[in-house]
């Protein structure tokens, strides 16, 4: 597992406006938004990274990123540089057309030479705005077991919450044979609905179904392959629905607390846990 870990490193995304809460993301992105008194909301991803000895890490910045910046550069200064570890910012750069980040997937492809030059085999892709503890260990050894190109942490949500998430259905060994970004419609539920078999593993309730947590892992190669199409923006919307139908893409599956920190509704019903 350590030979694993040496081989890989981490890309938090960082650069989402957040518009739906504001006003807290009026000054600040919102990963660098206040949690729990004096902590940010990415200090969950980076310190889930940090106890599973993953100190290797970029961070994908965009949206006034200033305050994450400076949160970054005081707070988490305790990586050793002598050891090749790491706790970067890796600010948008337009070496290609005059555009942004345009998606999740777009924000690696535009950093994919930083990736390339690391020559490491696998990386960890977090978002920087979810509230959860995971050991990344167990998501790595589950993606080396399986042999997969792209490992999806999912876990079980109720039918009237999936339409804020991907949504995705796996044959019995786990591999997933579907993903449905954010469904609108009722019709575009029902077929992701699990089999009482897989319920009864992972103890879902009758009305849960799997979703994605937006935590993957992929094989670097693969991902270079996926990435050098264009259309290929966000990795919800893009990337996993093709990458089903050609590659291999399993899910590592999570029961614990995570939230997904994207409006102030949700933020303080987090607070408040």
């Known amino acids: 597992m350590a030979a694993l870990l040496d081989d890989s490193l981490v890309i938090v995304l960082a650069g989402g406006a957040g518009e739906r809460l504001s006003p807290l993301t009026k000054d600040r992105a919102k990963p660098a938004v206040y949690f729990g008194g004096p902590y940010r909301i990415i200090d969950f991803a980076l ?21 994450l910046n400076r949160h970054i550069r005081m707070g988490w200064s305790i990586v050793s540089e002598e050891l090749g570890e790491f706790i970067e910012i890796i600010p948008p750069m337009k070496r290609v057309g005059e555009q942004w980040y345009q998606g999740t997937a777009d924000a690696v492809r ?27 260990r167990e998501l790595f050894e589950r993606h080396l077991q399986t042999h997969a190109d792209v490992t999806v942490c999912v876990l079980p949500a109720e039918r009237k919450e999936v339409h804020a998430f991907g949504l995705l259905s796996t044959d019995g060994e786990g591999r997933i044979v579907a993903f449905k970004e954010k469904p609108k419609k009722t019709e575009d539920i029902s077929p992701f609905e699990p089999p009482p078999e897989l319920r009864n593993r992972w103890q879902m309730g009758t009305d849960e179904f799997l979703v994605s947590m937006g935590v993957y892992i992929f094989r670097v190669e693969a991902l270079k392959e996926t990435l050098a199409n264009p259309g290929n923006l966000d990795f919800g919307k893009d990337i996993l629905p093709t990458m089903i139908q050609t590659h291999h893409v399993f899910a590592h599956f999570f029961r614990g607390y995570w939230r997904d920190i994207g409006t102030i509704s949700s933020f303080y019903d987090a607070n408040l846990v």
Not at 49 to 67: D, E, H
Not at 110 to 129: C, F, T, Y
């Open 47 to 67: 310190s889930n990274c940090i106890n599973s000895g993953l100190r290797r890490i970029f961070i994908a910045t965009q949206y006034k990123s200033l305050s």
């Open 110 to 136: 535009k950093q994919i030479r930083r990736l390339l030059a690391a020559g490491v085999e696998h990386v960890l892709i977090l978002s920087g705005d979810h509230l959860y503890r995971m050991d990344y």
